[in-house]
């Protein structure tokens, strides 16, 4: 894998060899000043990167992408809240389909990415005020390029892209940047393309609500990005968050 090229990291890209979190630093920043323009970190290694509900993201050196944007005025673009995780998830996945032809990305509710039934990478947004009360959209993104060994606990569920992968990270992360700009300031919407790239549409799985787990078969994704689940009652019910901890991908 070839890493980061310092000297082609541009001024509203800032590169860290090492640090606790992109995410986290990106909040830091907020608090001190305000910016106007979409800025972006990036990270070779992370020691708390870190996805929904706070969970751990494994971001170990040279193996990853890890990097945080920020973009500024997401007032003006709150039209794009109920599907904007969908739509990132899909951006993704175009650019990393040009990276990867020869690879077949599949997308779990609500956003992350999946190969061959592993997770592949994971997205996090956070609504965040500047200093001066306005508020940003911070964007996180995690991606297992290269990674080849995980720890135990990950070991069952995730996996690197390619372990022997030459892609070049900075074009990658380029590309990735520029396409979640430009969505982010256009009037776009990708419901369609999630829906084609569903790893559960008609599928068992199992939704974690809480303390309390449901089973079910995936039935939809409706045009506000809800889930349409058939309960094994017959009945139909539709949740706008959840998580799912299964995917039986053998079944029907």
Do not use: C
Request: hydrophobic residues 35%; charged residues 25%.
């Amino acid at each position: 894998m070839n890493s980061y090229n310092r000297n082609k990291i541009t001024n509203n890209i800032h590169y860290f060899k090492r640090i606790d979190s992109t995410q986290e630093l990106a909040k830091r920043i907020l608090k001190k000043k305000s910016l106007k323009t979409p800025l972006t970190l990036v990270a070779d290694e992370q020691t708390k990167g870190h996805g929904r509900h706070g969970r751990d993201f494994y971001s170990p050196p040279t193996t990853g992408l890890y990097f945080s944007i920020i973009l500024p005025n997401w007032k003006k673009n709150l039209s794009k809240n109920e599907l904007l995780t969908i739509d990132i998830a899909v951006v993704i996945s175009k650019v990393l389909e040009n990276f990867f032809p020869d690879k077949s990305f599949k997308l779990k509710w609500v956003n992350d990415i999946y190969l061959k039934g592993f997770k592949v990478a994971g997205i996090i947004t956070d609504v965040y005020p500047n200093s001066n009360g306005s508020l940003n959209l911070i964007i996180g993104v995690g991606i297992n390029l290269s990674t080849a060994q995980f720890p135990n606990y990950l070991s069952y569920k995730a996996i690197g892209i390619n372990t022997k992968s030459t892609v070049d990270q900075n074009k990658l992360l380029i590309q990735i940047i520029k396409k979640i700009i430009k969505y982010y300031y256009s009037k776009k919407h990708f419901l369609n393309d999630y829906r084609k790239r569903s790893l559960i549409l008609g599928k068992n799985i199992t939704i974690q609500l809480g303390n309390k787990t449901i089973e079910s078969i995936a039935q939809k994704i409706e045009n506000n990005g809800y889930l349409t689940v058939k309960e094994k009652n017959g009945n139909l019910k539709t949740f706008s968050a959840g998580e799912i901890i299964r995917v039986r991908l053998n079944e029907h």
